[in-house]
């Protein structure tokens, strides 16, 4: 993300993870990060912490357990499976740095991928 703040708000949140998993207080800090992407005008980030609370308020986790999916186009990728912490802890590490190509690619997969679990 653009802002020092911003990310000082991800480590803060990671640290919580290491503690536990609690829902709720997740969801809370990835709308406030959603709302600096918004502020950054970063659509891909908006979208992918916005769809990355909503599945966690519709499953209560982030827990891949899918290992292959396709998207619309036919493209098949691997989502490996971790704990609820470790996926999100990992999607907040990317999005940390999302100015890094490789990172938004595969910042990429994981919006398609939620996509794809919640429509």
């Given amino acids: 993300m653009v802002q020092e703040q911003s990310n000082a708000k991800i480590d803060k949140l990671i640290k919580s993870l290491e503690k536990g ?45 899918v290992e292959k999916e396709e998207d619309d186009e036919g493209e098949e990728y691997l989502l490996e499976p971790g704990t609820d912490a470790e996926n999100l802890t990992y999607l907040l590490h990317l999005i940390k740095k999302a100015d890094n190509k490789f990172n938004r690619e595969e910042i990429k997969e994981m919006r398609t991928f939620l996509k794809l679990k919640l429509y």
């Fill in 21 to 65: 998993f609690n829902g709720e207080a997740i969801i809370k800090s990835l709308m406030d990060l959603r709302e600096d992407a918004l502020k950054d005008e970063d659509p891909l980030l908006a979208k992918v912490l916005r769809l990355a609370s909503e599945y966690i308020r519709e499953e209560e986790c982030f827990d891949h357990t």
